[in-house]
């Protein structure tokens, strides 16, 4: 039956199968770009989203932590009012990811991570409870680690659970991404094959069977075979093009992925260096607690010196008397020594010897009167040293109870904690410069989609042309059917 066909025929037939190879090629390139453009779409509105806000939970979290830990430790309002803004972007992060189309073990982890968020602000509402009946940081920090530490863990660990959710399912998309764009490269590489070699093909029977009159034609069709070849490939390439950038996509996901875990760790840094700073706090309390208890034993000693300084000289003062009294019997006796040397004068020669033993009398007289005058004079020269250690010795003391209000002074100092804020504010940067690296990633993120919106324009012009190179290649048969006239049938 064919060989009864003219050639027009036979022709139109040829380039019927020709069109109908690049309407297929097209039509092939078109869907397999709405599927790896669909697929894009997903991941960048559903999947990157929800790994966004899995990120934005955890920084939130970290952030409440830290700012109920700052209330704790200074009672500044600031630090409360900054862990409740971080609890309202958390709950609004968690409505979010709730209110996209989430599988039913999505569901459930959202809802987990919704009851571990309400445990864990339960913990904090307590440790802030007891921030208004207990000053001591010690017992609110341990309070907060007993408490709060373990729901925090809980809770992490179910965003993490979450967020390695996301990235596993964004891989998936991705390798589905990557499989539709090798078949639909295979398969538009194989019609590409197939219309070539159909029209070299046509071009070998119309050699042999047409004229001159048709080569112009023929090198039309040949011309219009490469520009379809040509469209081919540059739509393989535009796909090879979007899968490349799919992967660049994932690659800065991990890498922002890698980043918000690096701020959550300069965070744990950040209550790490906060926990040492009170055990540092605590231990400089203790020890101005045992400085001030031995001012105290010196205070004591102080005081004991000072009466029995006191007794000294009261004791001084006895002496003094006694001293008095052997004066007193000194002038006596020295008055009696000179009344018994005129009454030995009187008596004469038989008085002689009493006046040497009265006069003996008097001389020892005049010696304990000098020696009562050197100790009378000592014990001024004691009473003197007495007054001068007694007032140095009160001097002493007010030294003593000026430094026990220094070292009082120093113990509100240690309790206020203040000058250890410089450490805190040392992680604090490592934080800003982890969030800027975070911000480098994201920019990283925006190129690598426009790239691919960019490839995926470039696709659908390339399936444009090939449908117009198939518009063309049907004219074109249209001009050929008109050339050639109908044939017999050959017996």
């Given at each position: 039956m064919a060989q009864s066909w003219t050639f027009g025929k036979k022709l139109g037939a040829a380039f019927g199968i020709v069109v109908l190879l690049t309407v297929g090629m097209g039509a092939t390139s078109y869907y397999a770009l709405q599927v790896v453009v669909a697929q894009k779409d997903r991941v960048i509105t559903h999947h990157a989203q929800n790994l966004a806000d899995s990120l934005r939970m955890l920084a939130a979290m970290e952030g409440n932590n830290a700012g109920v830990r700052g209330y704790l430790l200074t009672g500044e309002d600031r630090y409360r009012a900054g862990a409740e803004a971080d609890a309202v972007e958390f709950q609004a992060a968690l409505a979010r990811v709730l209110e996209r189309d989430l599988t039913s073990e999505a569901r459930q982890l959202g809802a987990e991570i919704g009851a571990s968020r309400t445990a864990h602000q339960g913990r904090l509402d307590e440790v802030l409870a007891l921030r208004q009946s207990e000053a001591d940081t010690t017992a609110l920090l341990a309070s907060f680690r007993a408490r709060v530490a373990p729901a925090f863990d809980a809770l992490e660990?179910?965003?993490?659970?979450?967020?390695?959710?996301?990235?596993?399912?964004?891989?998936?998309?991705?390798?589905?991404?990557d499989e539709s764009a090798a078949r639909a490269i295979?398969?538009?590489?194989?019609?590409?094959?197939?219309?070539?070699a159909l029209a070299l093909g046509i071009g070998v029977f119309l050699n042999r069977t047409l004229n001159r009159q048709i080569g112009t034609s023929i090198q039309h069709v040949r011309s219009s075979s490469a520009e379809l070849q040509a469209t081919a490939t540059q739509q393989a390439s535009a796909a090879k093009e979007q899968a490349t950038a799919m992967s660049e996509i994932s690659t800065t996901m991990g890498e922002l992925?890698?980043?918000?875990?690096?701020?959550?760790?300069?965070?744990?840094?950040v209550a790490k260096i906060a926990a040492d700073t009170a055990a540092g706090a605590t231990t400089g309390k203790e020890s101005v607690r045992d400085a001030r208890l031995a001012l105290d034993g010196i205070r004591e000693q102080v005081g004991t010196i000072v009466q029995h300084m006191l007794d000294l000289?009261?004791?001084?003062?006895r002496i003094g008397g006694i001293l008095e009294?052997?004066?007193?019997?000194?002038?006596?006796?020295n008055i009696l020594a000179i009344n018994a040397t005129i009454e030995a004068a009187g008596a004469g020669e038989a008085g002689r010897r009493f006046a040497v033993v009265g006069d003996e009398i008097r001389k020892l007289a005049d010696r304990v009167g000098s020696s009562t005058k050197e100790i009378r004079e000592l014990i001024e020269e004691v009473r003197a040293a007495v007054n001068t250690t007694v007032m140095a010795t009160e001097t002493g003391s007010k030294a003593v109870e000026a430094g026990a209000e220094r070292f009082a002074?120093?113990?509100?100092?240690?309790?206020?904690?203040?000058?250890?804020?410089?450490?805190?504010?040392?992680a604090a940067r490592e934080i800003e410069l982890s969030t800027k690296q975070q911000t480098t990633a994201v920019?990283?993120?925006?190129?690598?989609?426009?790239?691919?919106?960019?490839?995926?324009?470039?696709?659908?012009?390339g399936s444009g042309q090939t449908l117009q190179t198939a518009s063309q290649l049907a004219a074109l048969?249209?001009?050929?059917?008109?050339?050639?006239?109908?044939?017999?049938?050959?017996?």
């Open positions: 660990a179910q965003v993490d659970a979450f967020a390695a959710r996301q990235e596993r399912l964004m891989e998936e998309v991705r390798l589905e991404a295979a398969v538009i590489t194989g019609l590409v094959i197939a219309a070539v992925l890698a980043t918000s875990r690096q701020i959550a760790d300069s965070a744990r840094d000289g009261k004791k001084s003062q009294i052997i004066n007193e019997l000194a002038e006596q006796t002074e120093l113990a509100k100092a240690f309790e206020s904690i203040g000058e250890l804020v410089d450490t805190t504010t040392g920019e990283q993120v925006n190129v690598a989609i426009a790239n691919t919106a960019q490839a995926t324009r470039e696709a659908e012009a048969s249209d001009n050929l059917a008109r050339l050639i006239q109908s044939q017999p049938a050959i017996a």
